[in-house]
């Protein structure tokens, strides 16, 4: 079974400071990882993810998430954060074997980037 | 682009009704999900979909029946609604396969009174 924990449920920075949200997963082999945000009433939009390759991947909007297989996390980060960067960030993981796609869900951290 | 949509955006129905809740998508995609989202437990899978006519339970699947008669729908149905079930409800499809990006639409709220 695959799980994922967020720690933290809610972060609050000032905007142009760095970003990192925490990500751990628990696999029994190396997943497939994800990072959703969902702005206030829509639904998720992929910010990134990783298959293999190299740890360190770019997504959309200048955020990066690094892959450790050591310390089985996937933290995401950010250099300087935007107010409208404010939104409910998921870390997903996926074992993507046979046909499906099922993806497990992180409880969520709440973002608040104040002016 | 495709898009997701979600019917009705916000239903409101009585303890123990039968309730629906339906999804369209246009990217052509196998693939459809229900989650349902409550507040500081991240998103459950309830049911997915790798074809039409095809149903898949998730971790959530109990006091829900779900259907996908078309390739681009896939309904879900609460079968006793209950006051514990207000939560917002969200459908998402991907192409079939593993790793595939999910694409969400905008969720359903439901309240129970």
């Known amino acids: 079974a695959q799980s994922v924990t967020q720690p933290d449920a809610r972060v609050t920075v000032s905007e142009g400071a760095s970003l990192q949200l925490r990500c751990k997963y628990s696999?029994?082999?190396?997943?497939?990882l994800f990072w959703y945000v969902q702005y206030p009433r829509q639904g998720l939009q992929l910010l990134l993810k990783y298959y293999s390759g190299d740890p360190v991947v770019q997504g959309v909007n200048g955020f990066e998430a690094e892959f450790s297989k050591s310390n089985s996390s996937f933290h995401l980060r950010k250099a300087s954060v935007h107010w409208s960067d404010s939104a409910v960030y998921f870390c997903a993981v996926s074992m993507a074997t046979g046909g499906n796609n099922k993806l497990t869900f992180g409880q969520g951290t709440v973002l608040s980037v104040i002016p | 682009g495709g898009i997701i949509t979600q019917t009705p955006k916000f239903l409101i129905g009585q303890e123990g009704q039968k309730l629906t809740l339906k999804c369209q998508q246009n990217f052509n995609h196998d693939t459809m999900y229900w989650y349902r989202q409550d507040s500081g437990k991240g998103l459950r899978l309830i049911y997915y979909s790798i074809t039409e006519n095809d149903l898949q339970k998730g971790d959530l699947s109990e006091g829900y029946d779900a259907s996908r008669e078309k390739k681009s729908s896939f309904s879900l149905t609460v079968t006793s609604a209950q006051k514990n079930e207000m939560a917002v409800f969200l459908c998402?499809?991907?192409?079939?396969?593993?790793?595939?990006?999910?694409?969400f639409g905008s969720g359903t709220r439901l309240t129970v009174l």
């Open positions: 998402a499809s991907s192409i079939a396969g593993g790793a595939r990006t999910l694409y």
């Open positions: 696999s029994s082999v190396t997943p497939y």
